[in-house]
T-cell receptor, first 116, second 114 residues
Framework: AQTVTQSQPEMSVQEAETVTLSCTYD???????LFWYKQPPSRQMILVIR??????QNATENRFSVNFQKAAKSFSLKISDSQLGDTAMYFC?????????????FGTGTRLTIIP | DTAVSQTPKYLVTQMGNDKSIKCEQN?????MYWYKQDSKKFLKIMFS???????INETVPNRFSPKSPDKAHLNLHINSLELGDSAVYFC?????????????FGSGTRLTVV
């Protein structure tokens, strides 16, 4: 079974600084996809960024970028120039896509607080 | 135009009651899901449907019964509610079973059983 581990339950950083959230996963498969989701206090689950395992290039979306290390099974999220609106729970998620009946598996989340 | 909409957003009910949560998506997606988020924020899949067909049924008590009248709707009915059922329930959808583009989530239903 695939597992996703987020070892940082909570983090805080000053506004405008850069912060990196860690995620590791375990799989024996070669074809899979990784995601970071953001859950602000409003409870909505928002897709932040997506990475395809077969692509070596790290995904970026504006201030959000990932460091994908396939051999190490690591998928960290970097938030640059952090803003107050980045305060949220962040979930790393994994899905393998070989059989068509897979499920998105989430880590336990990291609560990120941006300090004014 | 809400992509995945759930109703109600909040539900407070007594133990032993039966309740339903409704979900609709207007994205034209083929696959829909129910997730449960517990008090520690852990998200766990309960069910998935593809074009009205049940695909995933995790180890969920049979008091929980999903129903998909068409591929745009996936409802969750819960019988004989228990205190441990208190959680946030999320509906989600994806274009296909592969889920390679991630899921689009509804805003969740906070269920409180008293």
């Amino acid at each position: 079974a695939q597992t996703v581990t987020q070892s940082q339950p909570e983090m805080s950083v000053q506004e405008a600084e850069t912060v990196t959230l860690s995620c590791t996963y375990d799989t024996s498969e070669n074809n899979y996809y990784l995601f970071w989701y953001k859950q602000p206090p409003s409870r909505q689950m928002i897709l932040v960024i997506r990475q395809e395992a077969y692509k070596q290039q790290n995904a970026t979306e504006n201030r959000f970028s990932v460091n994908f290390q396939k051999a190490a099974k690591s998928f960290s999220l970097k938030i640059s120039d952090s803003q107050l609106g980045d305060t949220a729970m962040y979930f790393c998620a994994f899905i393998q896509s070989n059989f068509g009946n897979e499920k998105l598996t989430f880590g336990t989340g990291t609560r990120l607080t941006i300090i004014p | 135009d809400t992509a995945v909409s759930q109703t109600p957003k909040y539900l407070v009910t007594q133990m032993g009651n039966d309740k339903s949560i409704k979900c609709e998506q207007n994205l034209g997606h083929d696959t829909m899901y129910w997730y449960k988020q517990d008090s520690k924020k852990f998200l766990k899949i309960m069910f998935s449907y593809n074009n009205k067909e049940l695909i995933i049924n995790e180890t969920v008590p049979n008091r929980f019964s999903p129903k998909s009248p068409d591929k745009a709707h996936l409802n969750l009915h819960i019988n004989s509610l228990e205190l441990g059922d208190s959680a946030v329930y999320f509906c989600a959808s994806s274009p296909s079973l592969t889920g390679r583009y991630g899921y689009t989530f509804g805003s969740g239903t906070r269920l409180t059983v008293v």
